[in-house]
Every structure is written in structure tokens, then in C-alpha cells.
């Protein structure tokens, strides 16, 4: 697997406070990696620190294959937009992006009217920024941070605080130029529902590390509908599965298993337990979500 861009043991602190801890994470090209935590959690720190925007205590970081200093020699392929965007608030967003261009060395008469239309404000006209609703100023945002046709850009909640359309809006953007254009996102969240319908894949970050990390695909075995069955005895308990021909199950722990296949037939299942004397503590269906899956590996709402 080509991993675009990777941290290792990354580290940050800010006096006594561990902002981000020995965090290690790996980014495919082409894809949406979807950085969850709550407020506080280290996200921004990490974001910043891969972004050049603040150093590491210690850690490396490797990109596009370049680690060190000879990392900066490619620094103009990654795109970024983290906190305040940097707009001059009194002009257009044409004029924005033009002085962006001039900053970044690209040609403005080309890029200007084609980054316009990629994120919808073509019709935006001589219209100061100060003017644009959070959704267009967000929606700028990622205009600068397209400015030199970068492979990398950097999203640090950029849904935070939108409608439901100015989600939308943001949304789309982002899986058309990671369809079209191949650009690899990574975007930062704590907006999980959003962040599954578009990330190929995730790293939750929790009080400065970064506690597990999977693709789409391995999330959908995790968060798999499955029977969960509770019991003191699991090793009978198995034995009356197998009894009755069902073989895709799994032993969680000393009190827990998991069944993968009948889900229709939980009534029939807890009924060939009572004539096996098997003493049920519980048996329910469950299909958890990428929200119930963060809060369960997180402690749970409290630390939501």
C-alpha cells in the first residue's frame, strides 16, 4: 500500500500538557482520512504540525516520500485550511484568491475563475467577503486552500457550524475533486454522521493519541449487525450454537459472544439455550454506527 503521507511517534506539548502523543498515522493516496476526536482532543495540534505551521517536540513526519528538511521541498503540494482562512474581508473572492495566486507564484488569470467555480461562488461577483455567509466563507476557505493545484489538502472542521445545505455544499466539493482531480484529503471532525458518508479512512485521536485507525471496510466489520449474547458459561453456550449449525460466531470475553448469521432467529436461539439450561444474561441484535463505535473505544458519551 503507497501511503501519501505518514507520522511517526509524533509528539507536541504545550508546558506540562501533552497536546499530541507518540501519534503514528498513515495516509493513502487518493483517499478521505477522516481524523475524529472531540474538542480538545489533539486534532488541530497533529493538523498544524504536519501542515509546518508549528514543530514537533519530536516525531517524524514523511511526504511524498520525503522526511526532514528535504520535506519542505515539497511543503507546495499540500493544500491548507485550518482555523481562520486568511481573507481580507473588505474585498471579492476573486480578488482574495488572486492575491493567494500572486503569493503562491500561480498564474491568478487562469486559476482564479476555474477555483470559483469549483467551490460554487462564480456568481459572487464584486460582493465583499464580509458580506458571504459562514457556508461561502468556508466554501473560499478551500478555494485557498486549492490555490497551486495541490495532491494533499488539509481540512480542519470544515463543517463546524454550517446549515445542513452548507454541509452539503461542502461535502460534494470534497468528493468531486477527490474523484476527479485524485486529491487526498485529510478532514478533520467531530461531526461523525458527515464524516462516514465521505472518508475511505479514519484515525480517532483521543486526549493526544491516536487510539485506532481502519478503512471503511474494516469499520463495516467492526460495526457488522451481529447477535450479542451474554452469559456465564460461553463455552456450553458455544457448543449449543454449533448444536444448531451456526458456526459465524465469535467469543468477545468470558461473558461475551457474538452471532453473524440468523439474525432473524433470536427468539428460536434463546429458546434452544433454556432446554440446554444455558442462563442468558442478555441476548440482543445489534449494528452499531461509526458514533457508536468511537464513543465505545472513547469511554463512552462523557467523553464525547
Do not use: W
Amino acid at each position: 500500500m503507497e501511503y501519501l503521507l505518514t507520522t511517526n511517534a509524533l509528539t507536541k506539548s504545550f508546558g506540562k500538557h501533552k497536546a499530541v502523543n507518540d501519534v503514528s498515522i498513515h495516509i493513502r493516496q487518493g483517499g478521505i482520512y477522516g481524523l475524529i476526536g472531540r474538542n480538545g482532543a489533539g486534532k488541530t495540534t497533529l493538523l498544524r504540525m504536519i501542515s509546518g505551521l508549528c514543530a514537533a517536540d519530536s516525531g517524524e513526519i514523511t511526504l511524498f516520500g520525503y522526511s526532514g528538511v528535504q520535506r519542505l521541498q515539497v511543503m507546495h503540494r499540500m493544500g491548507v485550511l485550518i482555523e481562520n482562512t486568511g481573507y481580507y474581508p473588505n474585498i471579492s473572492a476573486a480578488e482574495n484568491l488572486k492575491l493567494k495566486c500572486i503569493a503562491m507564484g500561480a498564474d491568478y488569470k487562469k486559476s482564479v475563475p476555474q477555483l470559483l467555480e469549483i467551490v460554487g461562488l462564480s456568481d459572487t461577483g464584486n460582493k465583499s467577503v464580509k458580506k458571504f455567509s459562514l457556508g461561502m466563507k468556508q466554501r473560499l476557505g478551500i478555494a485557498f486552500a486549492l490555490v497551486g493545484n495541490p495532491d494533499l489538502v488539509i481540512l480542519d472542521e470544515p463543517i463546524n457550524g454550517l446549515d445542513p445545505q452548507g454541509i452539503v455544499e461542502v461535502r460534494d466539493i470534497i468528493e468531486k475533486l477527490n474523484r476527479e482531480r485524485n486529491i487526498t484529503f485529510i478532514v478533520s471532525s467531530h461531526i461523525l454522521e458527515e464524516l462516514s458518508k465521505i472518508a475511505t479512512d479514519y484515525g480517532i485521536i483521543h486526549n493526544g493519541r491516536l487510539i485506532d485507525e481502519f478503512s471503511t471496510e474494516q469499520l463495516g466489520e467492526k460495526c457488522k449487525e451481529r447477535i450479542v449474547i451474554l452469559t456465564d458459561d460461553t463455552a456450553k453456550a458455544c457448543t449449543v450454537l454449533e448444536s444448531i449449525g451456526i458456526t459465524q460466531y465469535k467469543v468477545v470475553d468470558l461473558t461475551t459472544i457474538e452471532v453473524f448469521e440468523r439474525l432473524d432467529q433470536i427468539s428460536q436461539i434463546t429458546m434452544e439455550f433454556a432446554k440446554a439450561n444455558v442462563r442468558l444474561n442478555g441476548i440482543t441484535l445489534k449494528n452499531e454506527t461509526l458514533e457508536d463505535y468511537y464513543l465505545n473505544v472513547t469511554g463512552g458519551q462523557k467523553n464525547a
